[in-house]
Each structure stands twice: as C-alpha cells, then as structure tokens.
C-alpha cells in the first residue's frame, strides 16, 4: 500500500452554508440563491462571477431540502390527465397543453409529477406522490368519481382545464363557438346530407350512432358544448339532423375514428358534409373518403376541430378550428404558480379555412 502522509485521508472540513458564501463574496444571500435559483434576476456577468467563484471554494448551491422547509414548497407540480399517461404523450392536442405547461415550469425551475385520474386511488404510493406536490393542475376530465372527490377534499391548490370542477379557477376554450362557427361556414355551401362524428358522447367504448335518449347528460364537457355549437348550426340554417346521423368516436383515435368515419360514409344518405369533433377524427375521415373514392371537396365536405400542426400539412389541407393548446398549458402553470390574476379565462379560437371546405 502507498504511504501516504494523512492528509488525504482527512475528514472534510465543514459544509460552507449560504451565509459564508455571500460573506466571502460580499454579496447578499438573496444574490447567490438568485444566481442558482433565478438567473432572470441578475446580469449574466454578475451571475457568472458568483458562479465561478463558488465552483472554487467548493460550494455546490443552496439545499433544496433546506429551501422546501424554510418556504413550504418543493417546486413540483402535480398535472392529472384525464387519461392514461401513455395516450396524453400520443394524443396531439395533450401533447401541445403538455408542452405549454412545461414551458413554463422550465423557466421557473419548476418540475412535473403526472398523475393519470384513471389511476389514482388510496394507496400509500399516491399518498406519498401526493405530500410531494405544491398543488395540481387537473386537465380535461369529467369531474366524477374518486379522483374528484380527492382534489375536493384535499388542500392545496388546483387549477382545472377544459373543464368546470367545484369553484377551482379554470382555463377553458369557447368550444361552443368555435363549432359553431366551423358548422355556419360549412352549412353555407348547402350540403344535401350532414352527419356528425362527436367524440366521446356515451359512457362507452364502442363506435356507434347515438340514440336520442342516450344524449348530452355532460352539458359542461368539451365534447357536448362543440356538439351543441353543430346542432345549433344545423337547426339555425333550416335543417333537421336526427341523432342517427350522429356517431360516437370513444376515444380521439384514429383507428376507431377511421371506423366511425366508413360506417358513416356507406350510410344512407351518403353524408355530403362531416362535422368532426377533433382533427384527428377530420383527418380518419380523409383517410376514409380516400380509400372509398369520395374526393373532398367535390362530393364531400369536411371540417375538424383543434387546429393540430397535421392539419396544414394534409392534401387537401383541412378546414378546422384551432383552439390554443399550448396556451391554455402556459396560463393553467402561470395561475398556479401565482404568477397572474387568480380568475377563470375563456380562450377564443380561429376558424382555418383549408381545402376540406373552402370558401365559397
């Protein structure tokens, strides 16, 4: 064994606190925790000084245990997904409000714990998930269940998205009125035949038409308020749709809406216009119309809803509206995080005019 002269083998010295690093840079605490914690608070040369300097002397940052003491919070949000984690990375519009959400928290040095709601039970390993959280930011489910009776009995705050839940703040999209806008422009070229492919309108996981009876028990809910905007539409501009012509898509997918679609385009009457309840469904239905030689537009007219980068990039290109995805993640994290005014907000969309259903 080598000799050594002990030195190696010394016990470290103590661990330098905050405090004896600002005094021996002479500056403040709150300037070295900025320079960790908020870059946007100090001019980069400053911040890289403080850096430099503390990588010299050995000082690794302030304790974010210490931190989440002193102040009560640990930095983490909580966002619970309506569904399966897997399918809100896959599915376009959650991936865009994910996207958002985490813009933000990026910038505040912020992180995420996801939860699905299909998930969540009272077991100890949510519990402990749960302690971790400085509050929640619930997206898009109905409001029911066991999930939502543990965010209402809980005590931290939650700001809830595309959606209405007890008197949470909440970010939503006029759905009503991007439909009906989207139906009013279609409707103006006269179409013959009109059907609807809505998105999750039963309690099912089965494409099928929908009876009269089996309707609209969910008034608040993204699929019945963009449904409502069609129907309004259609009666507004004279005509009769029965629920038979309205089918449900269980899930925004293209396999199961690229079912809807055929068994509604080998009805009779042949549909001459398709209101869809998402893109995704619109772009199935493409897909469909294609593979069973109806050209759109000249013998069918099409028209989506969300306004998905794939929309712009299809031929034809498809007419649809396009809702802030993105947005409604960064303002749902910017209310959480205290950063604006705690109130509900309603986002406008855009009617894209495309090739699906172009002007007149």
């Known amino acids: 064994m080598p000799e050594t002269d002990g030195k190696d083998l010394a016990a470290p010295g103590p661990k330098l606190t905050i405090k004896d690093v600002a005094r021996q840079l002479g500056v403040s605490t709150a300037t070295v925790s900025n320079a960790f914690n908020r870059p946007d608070q100090l001019s980069e040369r400053l911040r890289q000084r403080i850096l430099g300097e503390c990588q010299r002397i050995g000082y690794a940052g302030p304790s974010a245990a210490a931190r989440n ?27 865009q409000f994910l996207a958002g959400v985490s813009e933000v928290l990026d910038q505040r040095h912020c992180n995420m714990l996801l939860f ?43 700001v809830v998205v595309d959606l209405k839940m007890g008197d949470y703040t909440s970010v939503n999209v006029d759905n009503y009125s991007g439909a009906r806008r989207s ?30 009876n089996e309707l609209y028990d969910e008034a608040s809910s993204v699929a019945v308020s963009r449904l409502r905007g069609y129907l ?22 293209h396999t199961l809406a690229y079912q809807a679609a055929r068994e509604a385009l080998l009805s009779a009457p042949r549909p001459t216009l398709l209101l869809c309840a998402s893109d995704t469904i ?3 239905a493409l897909r469909a119309a294609l ?48 950063e604006i005014e705690d109130k509900d907000i309603l986002l406008p969309t855009e009617l894209v005019i495309g090739e699906s259903c172009p002007t007149l």
């Open 69 to 95: 003491l002193r102040t009560g919070r640990s930095g983490i949000v909580g966002v619970v997904l309506a569904e399966s984690l897997r399918y809100s990375f896959i599915d376009p519009v959650a991936s």
């Open 282 to 284: 619109a772009i199935a």
């Open 183 to 212: 139906a009013e422009h279609a409707l103006a070229h006269n179409p013959e035949h009109v059907s609807i492919l809505g998105l999750k309108l039963l309690a099912t996981d089965r494409v099928c038409r929908v009876r009269d």
């Open 291 to 338: 593979q069973l030689g109806i050209q759109v537009p000249q013998m069918l007219h099409i028209v989506g809803f969300d306004g998905i980068p794939e929309a712009s990039i299809l031929h034809p290109t498809l007419t649809t509206v396009s809702q802030q995805s993105e947005e409604k993640g960064r303002l749902a994290a910017r209310i959480l995080l205290g």
């Open 116 to 158: 699905s709601a299909l998930e969540m039970d009272a077991s100890s390993k949510h519990r402990l998930q749960e302690s971790m959280v400085d509050g929640y930011i619930v997206y898009g489910f109905s409001g029911k269940g066991r999930t939502y009776q543990r965010l209402l009995q809980q005590p931290k705050r939650v």
């Open 232 to 253: 309004d539409a259609v009666q507004a501009s004279g005509r009769m749709l029965s629920a038979e012509r309205i089918w449900n898509v269980p899930e925004n997918s």
